[in-house]
């Protein structure tokens, strides 16, 4: 058995005995963090390895079309699944006082996507995915905060319909890129689609479905609707595990699917142009929106919807450099969004408010919270020596990468530059929250303390790791770079 | 063993037990004990020791390849199903049958229990039917026998009145039917489906005709499966019948709708048919009506029973586009796709109506709210149908996904994009009044929340088939196999 079968079964047998009744806190805690150590033990293993898949396993669950259980991990898939099991430690973790489902719906939740980024067939991939479709819409629906019934509504008729859509892309995908042999789903054995003049507009469709159906899971603008009310109204531990995991699911797809087996197809123009537009909506009209925003929660639900924007300007650059950089990029904001959202769950839980007007001075109380939540902030915005700085800077030098001075600026170029405007924004509703919130005068009756000592270690975690990975991000790079070019994306 | 031994006993045993029944005496649960140990002896009779070879004087009506095995696989496990069922709405059946509920604690369960399995013989014999005189004598007993079922409970409005709806609609069905098959029979002089295969793709004179007769059999036999436009006598049939004959109507009636129209359409089909093109657009419309309507009409329902109605008629557009496309290089040919959704079809409406049933039984009502909070009160309930109900929306892992993602698989290879767009609106809407109940399973109760509790034997079946939606969703290739054995 492969050592990647236990880590996606682990949270799931976790899961089931929280069901049958073993102790909540203590089954979920221990599974996530002997996760944990299993991931953080393979990715040290896995140096060696030079890009290529490793702890492979296969077996036949179909014979014709070829569907197999199949895992198998690069630097890639252990980049994100160690940004999964961070999050998910942090967020069991974080979880204090609330109802056992609470702990089997984010074990769910940790499971599918850990699944998603482990398989190694495109069937189990999606498969895996929808898994924590229904633990998310149950806990909003049931312990969700505001208009959760609506919320919950929008994310699972959203999704699931994008999941369809993502599903004809890749029957798709399997049609076009099979072997002679016969359809199948492993991804090793599908080839890249190379179409000629007649066939070529097969291969730009299949990548557009593609790229809507991932989009959507990934809310790229407009089909972005679902996620800040979702993630304004989600109990905490299913937003930190839905903004900063399961929706880089959809960028993970991209990178692993669509841009290795339609090589190029991303810099064909029509579809390049629709993507830069698509990803400026995120940008500007969401971070416009976000800037109008009262509410700490609102504000962070649609400023993780509008970063997507960058990481989706890395995968249009279609170049090895960008697409690094959007892969850091994914990693810091899983961190980073994660962990303030679990900073504004503390927040709600001991305040009768999130509305910044009314917030004031909690810093004054809560030094730790200050800080921590400093950091978080200071990530999101992109601020040197925080992980998610690695990330843009890459990603704009991935756009860059095609300079020539002959030919002037093409759509690619203006488009960063625009989304530079976005940096600026992110930086003024982030600052002005952070302002609002824990400095200036203290609003009346509303104060709080900084937390227990082991409360702060989930938030300590997450801050470390921002920290280490924007101080040094060769860390992360040098696990990455090698599969990716394996991938053949240069 | 001849290849007629198991359907012949079912049927002598059938009428045997009824002519028990009328003489008063053994006691009506051992009536169901019987027919349980009957259905599940044949099962296994037809695993152990499978008849491959049909003597030559049969093989002009009947035969016996993968595909009619499977259909009976099917039929008598359907029935066992619904006859555990019908044990757990025993109370309901005797308060509605019984002028005198309180005395006559068995008022008519004998035959209640003994005629599904004529239903049951009727469908194994379909599944080997190969001409018209057998497919229609077949498809007559399963459905007078279901004329008598629906209509069981003689002192409810409801089921009367879906009696008389099936009744009626049933009747004009057959009539197109039989129209159908008369125009086929004077057109071809054949009787035998091979027969009418050869003359069709030998076919010189003016097609117009041979559309007519195909035309009256797809709608005949749409009325069996539920298709629209003729599914207007469903919704009120399904929520009046008595809950067990609905889950028969739904998947045993269902399936056997669905064996013969995949002979005849496959007869219609052939290669170089001369309405091929036809009968195909016919299907592909049908199949997309079916969806559509099936599933946005299926948003609006606030009964339990009756939305399970509007999602039979939702999975036979699924079916039906599954029937209409051709799939080349799926390894799945379209009557083995059509077999396995209906296999995996089977588990997880069968746990919803046993839930139904059962919930009928002790007193609570067939509304979605009246099941608030069952999952809080009953777990493993709640989790089966949790399960079967996130099945039938689709959700990969699970088997429900898995017939979708073939039938959808089969329209992406042929090119069907309209029908593909449909069919994503229509699973789309599924999502949402699926996963209504799914919260309403899973929400805090207004009053009191509702318990459900099952005897044995439905616990030991909704086990089997909890555990049967989860292993063909992760692993699809046992009915694969099946259906591929010998191939």
Redesign the interface.
């Known amino acids: 058995m492969s050592p990647l079968e236990i880590i996606i079964l682990l949270p799931i047998i976790a899961a089931l005995a929280i069901w049958l009744g073993a102790p909540a806190r203590f089954t979920a805690v221990a599974a996530s963090l002997l996760n944990l150590a299993v991931t953080v033990g393979l990715i040290g293993g896995y140096a060696s390895a030079g890009g290529a898949m490793v702890w492979k396993s296969s077996h036949l669950v179909l014979s014709n079309p070829a569907i197999h259980f199949a895992v198998g991990a690069d630097g890639i898939s252990l980049a994100m699944t160690l940004l999964t099991m961070l999050v998910t430690t942090a967020a069991i973790w974080s979880i204090v006082d609330k109802d056992r489902i609470y702990y089997i719906a984010s074990l769910l939740i940790s499971a599918g996507a850990l699944g998603a980024f482990l398989s190694t067939d495109i069937f189990f991939i999606f498969a895996f995915h929808e898994l924590a479709l229904i633990p998310t819409f149950l806990m909003i629906a049931l312990y969700g905060h505001g208009d959760r019934k609506a919320a919950a509504w929008k994310i699972t008729i959203y999704l699931g319909t994008g999941s369809l859509v993502l599903l004809t892309g890749l029957l798709g995908v399997v049609w076009l890129c099979s072997p002679d042999s016969g359809m199948t789903f492993d991804l090793a054995a599908l080839h890249p689609f190379i179409g000629n003049d007649k066939t070529g507009w097969w291969g730009t469709s299949c990548f557009f479905t593609l790229l809507l159906g991932f989009g959507t899971l990934v809310s790229l603008f407009p089909f972005h609707d679902w996620a800040a009310p979702a993630y304004a109204s989600a109990p905490t531990p299913v937003a930190m595990l839905h903004a900063g995991v399961l929706k880089k699911f959809g960028l993970y797809g991209l990178i692993r699917i669509a841009l290795p087996l339609f090589p190029g197809v991303v810099q064909t123009p029509w579809i390049q142009h629709a993507l830069l537009l698509m990803l400026l909506g995120n940008i500007l009209v969401v971070g416009y929106v976000t800037l109008h925003q009262r509410r700490l929660d609102e504000m962070l639900a649609n400023s993780s919807v509008m970063h997507m924007g960058y990481i989706f300007l890395g995968l249009a650059a279609g170049n090895a450099l960008g697409v690094n950089g959007a892969l850091v990029l994914m990693f810091a904001h899983g961190i980073s969004i994660a962990l303030l959202f679990m900073l504004c769950g503390k927040l709600r839980n001991h305040l009768s408010t999130l509305e910044m007007d009314k917030l004031g001075g909690l810093a004054a109380n809560a030094p730790f919270l200050g800080v921590v939540f400093g950091i978080a902030a200071f990530a999101s915005i992109g601020l040197p020596g925080l992980a998610n700085f690695a990330g843009e800077l890459l990603v704009f030098l991935g756009t860059f990468q095609s300079f020539a001075w002959d030919k002037g600026f093409t759509m690619l170029h203006i488009t960063t530059i625009l989304s530079l405007l976005g940096v600026i924004i992110s930086a003024v509703y982030m600052l002005r929250a952070y302002r609002k919130i824990f400095f200036g005068e203290a609003a009346t009756g509303l104060f709080m303390s900084d937390p227990v000592i082991a409360q702060r270690v989930p938030m300590f975690l997450l801050a470390a790791v921002l920290l280490v990975i924007g101080c040094h991000p060769a860390s992360l790079l040098n696990l990455i770079q090698d599969s990716l070019a394996a991938l053949n994306i240069k | 063993m001849s290849p007629l031994s198991i359907e012949l006993s079912l049927g002598v045993s059938a009428l045997f037990l009824l002519l028990l029944e009328s003489f008063n005496m053994v006691p009506r649960k051992s009536i169901a004990h019987a027919v349980i140990a009957l259905l599940v002896a044949a099962l296994v009779a037809l695993i152990i020791s499978p008849t491959t070879t049909v003597p030559a004087s049969m093989a002009e009506f009947y035969q016996l390849d993968n595909l009619a095995y499977f259909y009976k696989g099917l039929a008598l496990l359907s029935t066992l199903a619904v006859t555990v069922m019908s044990l757990e709405y025993a109370p309901v059946i005797n308060q509605f049958v019984s002028a005198n509920p309180e005395k006559t604690k068995d008022a008519g369960l004998g035959e209640f229990y003994s005629l599904p399995l004529l239903v049951c013989l009727g469908m194994m014999v379909m599944a080997s039917a190969n001409d018209l005189v057998t497919i229609f004598v077949s498809l007559e007993l399963v459905t007078v026998s279901f004329y008598v079922l629906v209509a069981f409970m003689r002192r409810s409005a409801g089921s009367l009145e879906a009696g008389v709806k099936y009744l009626i609609l049933g009747a004009l069905s057959t009539g197109l039917l039989v129209y159908g098959m008369a125009w086929l029979y004077g057109l071809t002089g054949k009787m035998t489906l091979a027969g009418i295969t050869d003359k069709i793709t030998h076919w010189q004179g003016s097609n117009v005709p041979l559309l007519f007769a195909a035309a009256l059999l797809i709608a005949g036999l749409g009325f069996k499966v539920a298709a629209v436009p003729f599914q207007i006598w469903v919704p009120d049939v399904y929520q009046g019948a008595p809950t067990p004959v609905t889950a028969f109507l739904s998947v045993g009636s269902k399936a056997a709708g669905f064996i013969v129209l995949t002979r005849v359409v496959q007869t219609f089909l052939a290669t170089d048919s001369a309405i091929a093109p036809q009968v195909t657009q016919m299907l592909l419309v049908l199949a997309c009506a079916t969806i559509l309507f099936g599933n946005l009409a299926a948003i609006a329902q606030t009964n339990f029973k009756r939305l399970l109605a509007y999602s039979s008629i939702s999975h036979a557009g699924y079916l039906l586009l599954a029937l209409a496309c051709h799939a080349h290089?799926?390894?799945?040919a379209p009557e083995e796709v059509v077999a396995f959704y209906l296999a995996t079809y089977l588990p997880m409406t069968f746990i919803c109506f046993l839930v139904l049933a059962a919930g009928r039984a002790q007193g609570i009502s067939e509304d979605i709210v009246s099941f608030k909070g069952l999952a809080r009160t009953s777990?493993k309930i709640g989790?089966a149908l949790?399960l079967a109900l996130?099945a039938l929306?689709g959700?990969?892992?699970t088997a429900g996904?898995m017939g979708k993602?073939l039938v959808?698989?089969a329209a992406?290879?042929d090119g069907n994009y309209a029908s593909?767009v449909i069919s994503?609106i229509g699973?789309?809407a599924g999502?949402?009044y699926y996963?209504k109940i799914?919260?309403a399973l899973?929400?805090?109760p207004e009053a009191e929340a509702p318990v459900i509790s099952l005897n044995l034997g439905s616990q030991i079946l909704m086990m089997l088939f909890v555990v049967a939606i989860i292993v063909v969703g992760?692993?699809?290739?046992l009915i694969?196999?099946m259906l591929h054995a010998g191939q």
């Open positions: 290089g799926l390894g799945f777990p989790f949790t996130a929306a959700l990969p892992l996904f993602f959808f698989f992406t290879l593909l994503i699973a789309a999502f949402y996963f799914i919260l899973h929400s805090k992760v692993y699809p290739d694969g196999q």
